[in-house]
């Protein structure tokens, strides 16, 4: 409870001291710094060649032990110039299906002559772990996952970046915001052409017919398929059975429909998107209809992605 | 972060760890037991072979803790023969040893550093030659750039290299600054002294257990004098004064011990006028964990500083309150002609008539009674022991074998060979039978002259000599030795001793007499010392109050806080010079620079950055945040320099005045209006 | 040149093709920057209208060549025939002898016949039976080709893709626009027209377009980005960044202007790059494409 709402202060914080952008350059407003636990060691350690170095009266301890409490000194600002070097874009997100992994990609350049060094550890805002990218290794570009478990459209958290360059006495870190959608397509859920008669478009009774005209291409068999597309001429070759597929770019009347009310949305919306991407995949074209809001029929990826778009946003805003 | 593996193979940060605390361990060979460094060497061997090899087979966990308990007997088993210094030393590095064998972790890693860290402090408790600080500053650099190495693995070595160094040099001026103005404290508390740290001379003396005098050629001390060196004659060095006699041995007495110890608790005051004429010297003490203090007769300290550390003893020496454990030094006057009365309580006498018991040394006690009838003068009577020695053929040598049963008898009678204990114990002891009030002083004779004012003595100028009261009133020198050695006394030893040492070691110091190019070397070699130690290691309180006053003149709270300030303003202005960018090398086009400073601001105003758009889409991008003066002025100015940038016949001069001025005309807008943007909305797509 | 010379034309173009205004301009660039153009498209999107109207406006000879498996090199070249009357052998050109020609899925053919196109394309010249016979001036090819993943296709090479100047894709209508096309299907304005010669004239003068250091700057800076960041199937070679300036300096034509902007370099960018840089490398799952990240990543205004 506590550590929530701690959580939420520090985020509303945040949100005013480093507001989101696509792009970020690291700068004293953004980044932070704070000794590590051996660092903190490293200080009583400090402290203990002191009291030896006084104790024993030896110069030349006292010396060391200024020497090292001048190096934290040096290493402090070594370790911000080396991480405010950093210039951090994001390319943004993969679209996936719920349940798959996304991979938020990002850009990592460096706006000074000097490249930053040393290693860089990126996790997502809360987490524990998080990838580590060596800034040394010509990695400009990287990958991070999360795992996605609903449809919809989410902001993207925070990304917390830090580095321990130069001695790993003290963390140099920064949690940005790129204000970065996140688009998760609904879960596919595989269901058979024949389903789509009854199920998705009930009221017209259109058929998910194939064109009949233009030759298209071969598939293979499927149980069903009528006789007379089969491609005798490539199996009396002795090729596995396949068939001829048609054609019809000008047949529009396929329409999805889903329910928004329905008892089974999740189930429909599923097996909808199943659909929209079966059909994208065969060239066919269709209409999606959402309640009140219709898709016109087409074909081609950008449609099928409006339709997803549309089908992972249902029920999610107005 | 902490938790995690590091690599075996290949792992350059491990390797350079392993190097250091291998080198590391050389240095400390002093309190380390062989078994130990071989420990080391075995882990970093190892180390070595995995880093070129891989983890071929897991060292399993079973044995290293075998190991450890095996090392933990081992280490308590010698323990009684070091002192806590030494053990915590032993069983640091033992424990640096294990986990290097098993180091798999970050966190590992980062503490066998920790570790390796404070090691280096613990070398320098016990070596601080100059030498030995170049070392450990190799090492220190060396773990330094081991920690970078792994957060920095796939870095170029010579980057790394180049950094490391960086970071040493930036951090040296503020570390020296630091050391030059942080108050320098008196000891919090008494540190355990290691044993065999000790050395030098004894508290005890048993001449005729010596059979053969093995001479170091380590220095034992510095002394600069503020005027004249002393002659060769007045090098006497005191250090203690053996008054308790056994018959065998000569060791400083209970009394004497107990005196020292009660005057550890009593305020010192420095005399306020010094009577006669007092010469000031400075001493460098090397360590040597005992508390005797080296002096001229008779000395006392010259300061405040001093006057803290040192005790001046009843039977004229000096003593330390703590033991030298580090290089110090001490601020000393003496005067050569001041006298040195017996206590009035006659516990001098009482002290230094005190025979044996035993009937041991029946010859000399005859001798010393005939001598007795014969003069009736105390004078004439020291003077015949004197001259007895002289006259009878006695001989000087360091080889005079053991004479375990009556060692003075032995020694007069038949050997009539021996060195400064033999002769000063032999008299000590005649003159104690004959009633007179006699004791032996335990110190140093001679020195080296290393410059024009600077004295430098070693081990082998060790030397005791024979104190007596003839008149019952004041201690009087009488040096038997001399009577026999002369060109002891006046060339110091080296010299006088030419013919015995030709089974020294080759590059010894006794050696470089014989080569004009060693001796060059040495002295040169002394020379950097004796400056390291004089101004570096001497470094103390009383020097750095002498600075603070020569800077800031009379101190003043205001000055102090000033000058804190002061200190405090450099450091930030070096931390300045070495971080701020330096801006000539960022901006070589003006052009861009006024459009980037102006797209900044922009940016900072309306909340839109520009993000790789073209000066155009910039503009247009802007156009809903801006009023429409503002854009027109930004318009023209976007205009101006496209024009400039693209246009062919762009780049006249005219052009850049125009894009200055709007600039500046601009800059000025969106200063004054400030507060009339409308900053862009949260969600832009 | 007045600026209303080149509304007018793409107006013209814009009654045959509706609603592409920006697709038109990209086909005139590249015609202007005598490139060769690839439509990379489904059946019946108005790739061939397109050609047809290209040719009509700047009276090209025109002719087509639709692309099967079993189209011969000799088919589209012409070949050497042996003349009974006056009994030597006579070369009989083929219909690649034309100013503007329409290759029609040219991916359905042989690599064998696409090579020769290409060839064709690049020398400007085609040779057979040791005879080297010079192709009209100008020399324009508008290829059409099926996406990819069909079957029955041999895609082309990326090394022949390279010889295309830009890759543009006109996909469907939108709805007014097919509207439109549907309501007066018939009316199509013929009075805009131009002589071959204002064509030549204006390649000519396409040329002398100014490019300043800064402008060739933002072009290193893109195909170095290419060359350098990983994750890009392809870098964009010298041909490339070639292509990329020309047709930056044609855009920067046609709007009427003599000096290019970076703004000219990022409007053909997609058009030229894209395909070079994708080649044949399919990733369905790919959103963004690769040319649109390398425009982010790269700032036009760095000197």
Known sequence: MFGRLRNRLLLRWLAARIPGHRRHTLNMQSVFIMPTRFGVYFFVLCAALFILGTNYQNNLLLLLCYFFLSVSLVTIFTSYQNFARLQIQARGVNTVYAGDEASFQIQLSSHSHQPPAGQLTIRWWGHKTGIVVDLDDSTEEVHLPRATFRRGVFALPRVTFSSLYPLGLFRCWTHLDFAQPMMVFPRLEPVGDHHVNFQQSVGKGTTLTSGQEDFDSLRAYRQGDPIARIAWKSLAKGAAPAVKTFSEPANFNTRLQVNPVSQTLEKDISQTAYLVVELTRRQQPFALQIGPHTYAAATGRAHRDKCLRALSTIGTQV | ?685 | MIRSDFDALIGALGKHILGKPQQIKLALTCMLAQGHLLIEDLPGMGKTTLSHALARLFNLDYSRIQFTSDLLPSDMLGATIFNAQTQDFVFRPGPVFNQLILADEINRASPKTQSALLESMEEQQVSIDGTTYPLPTPFFVIGTQNPTFQSGTYPLPESQLDRFLMKISLGYPDWEAEKAMLSDAGIKDDTVSYSVEQLCDWQQRVKKVHASDAVINYILRLVTMSRTTPGFPHALSPRASKALLQAARAWAFIHNRDHVLPDDIQAVFVAVSEHRLRASYQDTDEDTSFSQRLLESVDPLAA
């Open chain 2, 1 to 685: 972060m902490k938790g995690t593996g590091l690599p075996v193979k290949g792992h350059r940060a491990t390797l350079i760890l392993s190097i250091a605390m291998l080198v590391l361990t050389v240095v400390l060979n002093q309190p380390l037991m062989g078994w130990v460094m071989l420990m080391m060497t075995c882990a970093a061997v190892i180390r070595f072979y995995l880093f070129r090899a891989g983890q071929t087979q897991k060292l399993s966990q079973r044995l290293v803790n075998l190991l450890a308990v095996l090392a933990c007997i081992a280490l308590a088993w010698f323990s009684g023969q070091q002192g806590l210094l030494e053990i915590m030393v032993n069983l640091l590095v033992t424990g640096c040893a294990l986990k290097l064998l098993v180091l798999r972790r970050t966190k590992d890693f980062l503490q066998l550093t920790a570790c390796a860290f404070f090691l280096t402090g613990c070398a320098l408790i016990f070596e601080q030659a100059l030498s030995t600080a170049i070392v450990l500053s190799i090492i220190v650099l060396l773990l330094l750039l081991g920690l970078q190495q792994l957060y920095a693995p796939q870095l170029a070595f010579k980057k790394h290299l180049s950094a490391n160094v960086k970071l040493g040099l930036q951090a040296l001026p503020i570390a020296s600054l630091l050391f030059l103005i942080m108050p320098q404290l008196p000891p919090l508390w008494g540190m355990p002294a290691g044993k065999s740290t000790q050395t030098g001379l004894s508290e005890s003396m048993t001449p005729g257990d010596i059979a053969a005098l093995t001479q170091s050629t380590d220095r034992v001390f510095t002394a600069t004098f503020s005027q004249a060196l002393p002659p060769p004659q007045q090098r006497y060095w005191r250090a203690m004064v053996l008054e308790s006699f056994n018959g065998n041995t000569w060791t400083v007495s209970e009394y004497r011990k107990q005196q020292q110890l009660l005057s550890q608790f009593t305020t010192r005051t420095l005399e306020a006028e010094p009577q006669g004429n007092w010469a000031e010297y400075q001493l460098i003490i090397e360590p040597n964990a005992s508390k005797w203090l080296y002096a001229l007769d008779v000395s006392r300290p010259a300061d405040r500083a001093s006057l803290t550390k040192v005790i001046s003893n009843q039977d004229y020496s000096l003593s330390t309150v703590q033991p030298v454990m580090s290089k110090q030094l001490f601020d000393m006057q003496y005067n050569a002609d001041a006298k040195k009365p017996l206590a009035a309580n006659g516990i001098d006498t009482q002290l230094n008539l005190q025979l044996p018991v035993s009937g041991k040394n029946p010859r000399a006690k005859d001798w010393a009674q005939q001598l007795r009838h014969r003069y009736s003068d105390n004078n004439a009577l020291v003077d015949a022991i004197m001259r007895y020695f002289a006259d009878q053929n006695f001989s000087y040598t360091l080889t005079p074998g053991a004479m375990p049963e009556h060692p003075v008898d032995t020694f007069l009678f038949e050997r009539q060979a021996g060195f400064c204990a033999h002769y000063a114990s032999a008299m000590t002891y005649v003159l104690r039978e004959t009633g007179i009030p006699a004791r032996i002083v335990s110190g140093y004779q001679g020195g080296e002259a290393i410059t024009q004012n600077a004295l430098s003595v070693y081990q082998y100028d060790a030397h005791a000599w024979v104190e007596a009261a003839p008149d019952g009133k004041t201690w009087e020198r009488f040096d038997p030795t001399a009577m026999v050695a002369m060109s002891r006394l006046q060339y110091g030893f080296q010299q006088s001793m030419a013919d015995q040492h030709a089974d020294m070691p080759l590059f010894s110091r006794a050696r470089a007499r014989d080569s004009a190019l060693l001796g060059g070397l040495f002295a040169m070699i002394d020379t950097v010392n004796y400056q390291w130690s004089r101004w570096v290691l001497g470094f103390d309180n009383e020097r750095q109050q002498d600075m603070l006053t020569d800077i800031l003149g009379e101190k003043t709270t205001t000055k102090l806080a000033l000058f804190g300030l002061a200190v405090m303003l450099f450091i930030t202005g070096l931390l300045a010079l070495y971080f701020i960018p330096k801006p000539a090398a960022r901006y070589t086009d003006e052009i861009q620079r006024l459009y980037d400073s102006l797209s900044a601001r922009l940016h900072k105003l309306t909340g839109v950055e520009r993000a790789n758009l073209s000066a155009r889409q910039y503009l247009h991008l802007l156009a809903p945040h801006l009023d429409a003066q503002t854009f027109s002025l930004f318009e023209q100015f976007t205009q101006q320099y496209e024009k400039i940038r693209y246009v062919p016949s762009g780049q006249q001069r005219n052009h850049y005045a125009r894009l200055r001025s709007q600039h500046r005309i601009l800059m000025k807008q969106l200063k004054k209006g400030m507060g009339g943007f409308r900053p862009s909305p949260l969600t832009e797509e």
